[in-house]
């Protein structure tokens, strides 16, 4: 996939996340092309834009801090997804859905083309970080997706639905707040060792 078609993907899912999902439906990608095609650009373009948020609006942040904060965040998003798929996956049986881990990963991945475009405009305008609420509108992106990944209908859709935002919400805010914890740990531990 190439730039173009990535945008416009990214543009399809915020503008008619509904048709986008039954073109994803009718696609034969697999983990590794969604993964290539899809997500690693999402995660260079947070992860640069982190970078540069930190270059613009840093006060006395040096610059390793600046690339272990972009590390961080880069990681967090990716293994927010992971682990996200996994545990929905898993879950999918009991609210008589699909379990089938590429459709589960394709759901959470294009699920999260909200959460990743506000969170990247967040990252480089750090004063107005506000933005990030935009990152809700995901939950509609993957309640739409739903039918269309998971064969999830009825009164399942709306409690796997909740549970599979929840699940994500979690996931993420539990990542972020660890791995932003343990990279401030090791900073400071190897601050404190270059300084005796």
């Given at each position: 996939?190439?730039?173009?078609?990535?945008f416009?993907?990214?543009?399809?899912?915020?503008?008619?996340?509904?048709?986008?999902?039954?073109?994803?439906?009718?696609?034969?990608?697999?983990?590794?092309?969604?993964?290539?095609?899809?997500?690693?650009p999402?995660?260079?373009?947070?992860?640069?834009?982190?970078?540069?948020?930190?270059?613009?609006?840093?006060?006395?942040?040096t610059?390793?801090?600046?690339?272990?904060v972009?590390?961080?965040?880069?990681?967090?998003?990716?293994?927010?997804?992971?682990?996200?798929?996994?545990?929905?996956?898993?879950?999918?049986?009991?609210?008589?859905?699909?379990?089938?881990f590429?459709?589960?990963?394709?759901?959470?991945?294009?699920?999260?083309?909200?959460?990743?475009?506000?969170?990247?405009?967040?990252?480089?305008?750090?004063?107005?970080?506000?933005?990030?609420?935009?990152?809700?509108?995901?939950?509609?992106?993957?309640?739409?997706?739903?039918?269309?990944?998971?064969e999830?209908?009825?009164?399942?859709?709306?409690?796997?639905?909740?549970?599979?935002?929840?699940?994500?919400?979690?996931?993420?805010?539990?990542?972020?707040?660890?791995?932003?914890?343990?990279?401030?740990?090791?900073?400071?531990?190897?601050?404190?060792?270059?300084?005796?």
């Amino acid at each position: 996939m190439d730039l173009i078609e990535f945008f416009q993907r990214a543009k399809n899912f915020i503008v008619s996340p509904a048709e986008e999902w039954q073109v994803i439906k009718d696609e034969q990608a697999s983990r590794s092309g969604v993964v290539r095609n899809y997500l690693l650009p999402f995660i260079s373009l947070l992860a640069i834009t982190t970078f540069l948020g930190l270059l613009l609006f840093r006060n006395y942040v040096t610059i390793s801090i600046m690339i272990l904060v972009t590390v961080v965040t880069s990681l967090g998003a990716f293994l927010s997804i992971y682990i996200s798929a996994t545990i929905i996956n898993e879950l999918a049986p009991k609210f008589d859905s699909k379990k089938d881990f590429t459709s589960t990963f394709k759901l959470v991945t294009y699920s999260y083309t909200a959460v990743l475009i506000a969170h990247s405009f967040a990252s480089l305008l750090l004063p107005l970080f506000f933005i990030v609420i935009f990152g809700l509108y995901s939950i509609y992106i993957l309640w739409m997706g739903l039918g269309p990944m998971m064969e999830t209908t009825g009164e399942n859709r709306l409690i796997f639905g909740i549970i599979c935002s929840l699940t994500i919400l979690v996931i993420y805010v539990f990542l972020h707040t660890g791995l932003g914890a343990l990279s401030t740990n090791l900073f400071v531990s190897y601050g404190m060792n270059t300084l005796t």
